[in-house]
């Protein structure tokens, strides 16, 4: 059984920093893009980052461009997303997610991906 688990989440001042973790059991990622998405109430789910089978192969919304990395540790089959900089609109449920396999382009919908955790709050204050 495959599974996603987020931690690190929590409540944060505007400015401040949090790192999640994506420990993933079950399967192998390798090929596969791992990604960080969020989801603030009333909003549509939407792609923070997300990372190829390269660790230099990464994408960002331009709105945490600058302040959010992500990174992967593949020998601990865990990705991570360092939030630096955190601001009010910043406040989300924190997914992470892997597409199934190999991705030539870049994906960049919530339907691309296969696996998904179980999600874990991100609230900034101002």
């Known amino acids: 059984q495959v599974q996603l688990v987020e931690s690190g989440g929590g409540l944060v001042q505007a400015g401040g920093s949090l790192r999640l973790a994506c420990a993933a059991s079950?399967?192998?990622?390798?090929?596969?893009?791992m990604a960080w998405f969020r989801q603030a109430p009333g909003r549509d789910r939407e792609l923070v980052a997300n990372?190829?089978?390269?660790?230099?192969?990464?994408y960002y919304r331009e709105s945490v461009k600058g302040r959010f990395t992500i990174s992967k540790d593949a020998a601990k089959n865990t990705w991570y997303l360092q939030m630096n900089n955190l601001k009010p609109e910043d406040t989300a449920v924190y997914y992470c997610?892997?597409?199934?396999?190999?991705?030539?382009?870049?994906?960049?919908?919530?339907?691309?991906?296969?696996?998904w955790g179980q999600g874990t709050q991100v609230t900034v204050s101002s």
């Open positions: 997610a892997a597409t199934f396999g190999l991705w030539i382009g870049n994906p960049v919908q919530k339907t691309d991906y296969t696996f």
């Open positions: 079950g399967r192998t990622f390798s090929d596969n893009v």
């Open positions: 990372i190829g089978w390269s660790d230099t192969n990464t």
